[in-house]
């Protein structure tokens, strides 16, 4: 399993490979990295059904946390009380679209934030907007750059494909996330950007000619666009409404104080390929045997290899924004510092779209046992809506600019209008 300690220097022998292999159904579908914990339960279980080479050591999963054990309770849940609540409460799970704005708002430049709403407002149920930037800036009054730079935004936070300007531009998108992740053919985003219409047409043959591409890579193309794309944006929060929560990434605190991430591995489902070359000596059909074993060998071993690769990425990750905000983690919401997955991806090396989809849905077990949202470690203004709510309860009423120059005596820079905006958030959350 995928451990480490923050605050030291972030070292993993792997990095996350951009070419993870495809594995059958679910890892086929959404790529391993934008895996819940729970849909990568659901594969391992499949593949254990369909896959006579792979196999579970004995024991069972941890009554406390899940992980495989021998027998009893894991050592990290041994003894441990009922879980805490986290100091200051921590809010419950949301869905990304209902928050895409104060997502998107630690992304934009703050001379274009006054833009975003007024973008957003323009976004239909199917996560394209409703008209092009320019057309967007001149109808609201707005310069075309500051247009621009929020969608930028809100692409970087959002799903593949959000805000995109056509049915094609989207699967488009799509299809760029899965090529880049290595689940699909290099040449399938091209095929969709230019060729849907040939398809839909069924003029295959057209198809061949410009692209360069046999019969059967066209069909194959086409295949993987009624499999995979979707004419419309997910959130793939994947929740189901009264389940308990499962963690995708645990934090624990050692006796010294600091915090150690752990990201389930293969060896935490208790994952293992079984030896089965001494039980074919002497088979009939040897080399049919021989190539039987070695497929099913290699299929169990790239499963294997994919979940390992999944936990580094969430670790290395993880471990990041832990660094950044362990005053938050010690010391309640009050202290959260203002981290955004772009800033994270820079910092490790990565495209912010594999931070994204990292994050996306993923939640978080805090020492206490407490569980939240990965995404709770990113944005902003967090530390100021609290120093608002601590605000608004000890001096009484008081009007925006008041409060205000509150949070400036406090060490928050924030504008009147947005005092506003977090009163009228708190007051619906009261």
Known sequence: ??????????QLQTVLHAELRALPGLLNAMGMLALTHDEVTQATERALAENP????????????CGRHVASGTCPR??????????????????DPFATLEADAGTEVRS????????????LTPRGLL?????????????????????????????????????????????ADALAEQGHVPHWLPRLVRGHLGDLAAGSTDVVVRAMGLTEAQVREGLALIKDRLKPF???????????????????YRRPDGSLEVEVPASAWFGLQVADLSAGLRGASGTTEAAQWLTEHELAAQRLLYQIDRRAGALLRITECAV??????????TGHHKPLTRTAVAQELGLHPSTVSRAVSGKRLRLPTGSVTDLACMFGKG???????????TTAGPASDEQLREMLARGGFSVARRTVNKYRHTLQQGA
Request: with cysteine; aromatic share 2%.
């Open 233 to 251: 944006v997910s959130a793939e929060t994947a929740s189901v409404a009264g389940a308990a929560p499962t963690a995708d990434v645990f934090l």
């Open 323 to 332: 660094m950044h905000q362990k005053d938050f983690l010690d010391r309640g």
């Open 1 to 10: 399993m995928a451990s480490g300690v923050a605050g030291q220097s972030l």
């Open 53 to 64: 080479v792979l196999e579970r050591a004995e024991g069972h999963p941890c009554p406390g």
């Open 111 to 122: 001379d274009c934030r006054h833009a975003l709403t007024l973008v957003i407002a323009h």
């Open 130 to 174: 409703d008209a092009g930037p320019e057309a967007i800036a001149a109808a609201e009054n707005l310069e075309p750059g500051h247009v621009h730079e929020a969608v930028r935004a809100i692409k970087a936070v959002g799903p593949p494909g959000i805000a995109a300007t056509s049915i094609t531009n989207l699967l488009a998108a799509q």
């Open 77 to 94: 849940c041994t003894g441990r009380a009922t879980a805490a609540q986290f100091p200051g409460g921590m809010e419950p799970a949301y």
């Open 382 to 392: 967090l530390a100021a809506r609290a120093a608002l709510r601590e605000s608004i």
